[in-house]
């Protein structure tokens, strides 16, 4: 059952199973990151994440596109510079808030990922695309270099492209993206729906606990210099050992059984 946003329904939250579908719901603007669609994803995540009985988060968007970037209609509407460091401010937040979850973000992309919603794909811990998606960081043909989308581009793919991207905000086809490494893969639009799935299936099938800390751990580690990175990823390793889904992993694994974990 779809649980619409209590305000504006700016962002449809489904549960199905262990997964939370979340839709952006603006498909006549192509669901623009406006400051109430930021405010919306943002609490939607939120709440979300803290369900324990969700353990995946699928983030997709309603109509032809998945997310336009920014609402340039509201930008030009409220021309004040405190306007703006809000708003890239609420931006960034709800970026921030995507690698801080629990569960994986997996991106559904069926369409159009332009400017802030490039980053957003970039700032999932997974994205699968459809093979008609298309990508774009395309602020500077409106005269604004994509300067926050740049974060996130950069530490998906190699400098050199994702600076075209940011230099001629010319779009790049799925194919492309996977090649790059802004998404994990793409699929025919008809089997979309199923790869996910799948994927989600795969996740599900892994104890909570362990890809909790791990995902922590994935992103904490990867801003560190090599030492101080192994220092942090061997004690979070030892914690995980200490766990009763590892314990059962590994004698499972010596017994030539199938794990049976706790959730």
């Not at 099938?205 to 992103?219: M, Q, T």
Request: aromatic share 6%; hydrophobic share 50%; net charge neutral.
């Amino acid at each position: 059952m779809a649980e619409a946003d209590l305000k504006n329904d700016l962002v449809l939250v489904d549960r199905r199973g262990a997964v939370a579908h979340l839709t952006l719901n603006r498909p006549e603007q192509y669901n623009p990151l406006s400051f109430a669609m930021i405010r919306a994803l943002g609490a939607a995540l939120q709440e979300v994440g803290k369900d324990p009985a969700v353990r995946v988060i699928v983030l997709g968007g309603a109509g032809k596109a998945f997310c336009a970037g920014h609402d340039l209609g509201e930008m030009v509407a409220r021309p004040e510079r405190a306007f703006y460091e809000e708003l890239f401010a609420a931006c960034s937040d709800l970026m921030m808030a995507l690698p801080a979850l629990p569960q994986p973000v997996i991106a559904r992309v069926h369409g159009t990922a332009a400017a802030a919603g490039c980053q957003l794909v970039g700032m999932c811990d997974l994205a699968i695309a459809s093979d008609k998606a298309r990508f774009a960081v395309s602020g500077i043909a409106y005269g604004l270099f994509c300067s926050t989308p740049s974060v996130a581009l950069v530490r998906n793919m190699p400098r050199k492209p994702a600076m075209e991207m940011l230099l001629t905000g010319e779009f790049i086809d799925a194919a492309t993206a996977t090649t790059l490494g802004l998404v994990n893969r793409a699929v025919p639009a008809d089997r979309l729906d199923d790869e996910i799935a799948a994927l989600c299936a795969k996740i599900i099938s892994k104890p909570a606990i362990s890809i909790a800390r791990g995902k922590e751990l994935f992103y904490a580690q990867s801003e560190q210099p090599i030492k101080a990175a192994y220092r942090l990823a061997e004690q979070v390793m030892a914690d995980n050992m200490m766990d009763a889904e590892a314990r059962e992993g590994f004698c499972a694994f010596l017994e030539k059984r199938p794990p049976s974990w706790r959730q």
